[in-house]
């Protein structure tokens, strides 16, 4: 990988992105930042089991511009648990756990990403394959 690729701090950047973002803080002008780390082939498979390309990733995340702040002002993300599990030239894996609080309850999710390098990105990597998976309602949820 280039030597500016950083998927560790993209994770990071871009929840961060994404919380300000369905909160409604961030400005509309603000959304390149998906446009430039989420291509087409791009793949989330929810925890539910849905698949959504980028395009459709980015059409959703375009359209939920504020639906969070709407309804929860408190709406927050975290990620924890931010690791790199696997290293080569052409990709990185990392995996991390997700929270969203919502109304003041913690919910979380497991997820694996899948990176490649992309000079262009913030952090010099696109996202090529997210899995997403609940995680027991039991888990430890950030403080």
């Known amino acids: 990988m280039n030597h500016r690729a950083d998927p560790e701090r993209e994770v990071r ?5 994404i919380e300000a973002w369905l909160a409604g803080r961030a ?3 603000e959304y390149d930042r998906a446009e430039a780390v989420l291509p087409d082939d791009f793949e989330i498979v929810s925890p539910s089991g849905e698949r959504r390309d980028g395009e459709k990733i980015r059409a959703d995340l375009r359209a939920g511009h504020g639906a969070a702040g709407d309804s929860d002002p408190a ?3 975290r990620v924890t648990d931010l690791r790199t599990r696997v ?3 052409e990709c990185r894996l990392v995996t991390y756990d997700e929270w969203q609080r919502r109304d003041g309850d913690w919910e979380g999710r497991t997820s694996s990403a899948l990176f490649r390098p992309a000079d262009d990105a913030p952090n010099g990597v696109e996202w090529v394959h ?5 995680l027991p309602e039991d888990a430890d949820a950030p403080a």
């Not at 950047?13 to 992105?17: K, L």
């Not at 997210?130 to 609940?134: K, V, Y």
């Open 13 to 17: 950047e871009f929840h961060e992105f």
């Open 27 to 29: 400005d509309r002008d």
């Open 75 to 77: 709406f927050e993300i």
């Open 87 to 89: 290293e080569r030239e």
């Open 130 to 134: 997210l899995h997403e998976t609940w």
